[in-house]
């Protein structure tokens, strides 16, 4: 695994003193709480969200957390791959400085459904959304350097069955809720794969990318199951699968000094450690072979001046 670490104190580069964090997914569960935290920190805001009300209710949120903290709302469609680069776009034409990208956007379904641009619903949302994204925002990042890009990846990708490239960034096959962990964690296995294969790509531009197992967190992800609600109610009043960790780790990679320097990283929610992923996130060869691959699948998006707007 591509690892770069020279974490000194003396090497830390410093950020602006209110450093502007872009955060996706960021009106419910881990993502609002890491916004919230982000803000108390000293942070201006850059969201995305789907709901306005939800939107209205996480500025509300943030506004009464860390009061003078600006927020800064785009409204996204992640499965629609070309509003995605319309709105990344757009995010880039009015913060030409952006000091950090959190990739947290993501769902977890239980049936297949195909996106209008005939890919695997959670393939679109979990991978290739933040790719795009992350790829429109690139040159930003770098002029704003240091900067910093987090993923959310998950220890789940240990259970996503072996990775074929090619045709599963491609599978559209329906599968069952039982069958559904195993396409979600061959999608966070895909985000390993993309941050590492970054982090390679941008060292020595001061762009540190890193992602992060955030843990079991009671949260939405699970709303199309029928027990969910009942299930996490009830979770909560054990104190299980608290979300404040999970937004923690995401806070604490946006912002420590540490992860200002090192680069190349899973990070688990414990403690912070470095994990090994689980191949083939741990061959370079393969990382490549799934940059190239996604980028032939997805340049035709980057390319395209086909009049959609924000």
């Known amino acids: 695994m591509h690892i770069v670490d020279i974490y000194q104190p003396s090497a830390v580069l410093q950020m602006p003193q209110r450093p502007k964090a872009l955060i996706t997914g ?9 916004a919230i935290e982000l803000a108390r920190r000293g942070a201006d805001l850059i969201l995305t969200a789907r709901s306005q009300s939800k939107a209205n209710a996480t500025r509300a949120l943030i506004e009464a957390s860390a009061p003078g903290a600006a927020v800064d709302v785009f ?19 009015r913060h030409p400085r952006t000091d950090v990208l959190i990739n947290n956007a ?23 959304a933040p790719w795009l994204l992350t790829s429109v925002l690139r040159d930003n990042l770098v002029r704003s350097a240091p900067a910093r890009i987090v ?4 220890e789940a990708s240990r259970r996503s069955g072996g990775l074929r490239i090619e045709a599963d960034l491609l599978d559209t096959a329906p599968f069952t809720a039982r069958g559904s ?73 946006a912002t420590d000094p540490e992860f ?15 994990l090994t992923p689980v191949a083939p996130a741990d061959s370079e060869d393969q990382r490549r072979r799934l940059w190239i691959s996604t980028a032939q699948l997805l340049g035709p998006f980057l390319m395209a001046d086909d009049g959609v707007g924000y």
């Open 26 to 34: 960021a009106t419910d569960g881990i993502g609002q709480l890491a």
């Open 260 to 274: 200002g320097v090192k680069t190349g990283l899973y990070v688990s929610v414990k403690k912070a450690r470095s």
């Open 181 to 253: 962990s195993e396409i979600y964690g061959r999608t966070k296995l895909l985000d390993i794969m993309f941050s590492i294969e970054l982090a390679r790509q941008l060292e020595g531009t001061g762009v540190t990318v890193n992602c992060l197992d955030p843990g079991f967190n009671v949260t939405s992800l699970g709303r199309e199951l029928g027990f969910s609600s009942p299930l996490a109610k009830a979770l909560n009043r054990l104190g299980v699968g608290d979300p404040n960790r999970g937004a923690g780790i995401i806070a604490r990679l």
């Open 151 to 154: 993923t959310v990846a998950s």
């Open 106 to 128: 993501g769902l977890h379904a239980f049936q297949q459904r195909v996106t209008k641009d005939g890919f695997a619903e959670m393939m679109a949302v979990n991978y290739f």
């Open 75 to 93: 409204y996204a469609d992640f499965t629609d791959l070309r509003n995605v680069v319309a709105v990344a776009r757009a995010i880039a034409a």
